[in-house]
């Protein structure tokens, strides 16, 4: 994953960054303890009785040692926007309110700005 984009469309209501290793980005223990930037979108989907918030971390590796991320907590993106990217790659973990239904399988391909990874109920959270 080279370039990242905002998973959903809202404001981006926690940016926080973390200094780490630079483990192998396969290895499970890298979304701890890696260098990484971690931002939640607060959500927003029209008729929702309750706003809901979505992380996504960008998580260095052992080649991938550059994250760039230039917004601020407060900034508005919309969803597919690019966001920040990681030079020559690595991953990005996407944490999505438990009410979300999957729209992707485990081991599935996806291309980023345009799979549909998840979506949120018909009529918001409850």
Known sequence: MHVNRAPIAGVLSSVRYQKGLYLNAMNPASADRNEQNAA????????????FEVTFKQ????????????????????????????????????????????????????KGGSSVLAAMPEGGLS
């Open 40 to 51: 939640t979108v607060r959500g927003d989907q029209e008729g929702a009785v309750q706003a």
């Open 59 to 110: 998580i260095a590796g052992l080649l991938a040692r550059r994250i760039v991320f230039n917004l601020k907590e407060g900034d508005r993106v919309e969803r597919g926007q690019r966001v920040g990217l990681i030079k020559f790659g690595s991953r990005v973990n996407v944490l999505l309110p438990a009410e979300a239904q999957l729209r992707v399988k485990v081991g599935q391909r996806v």
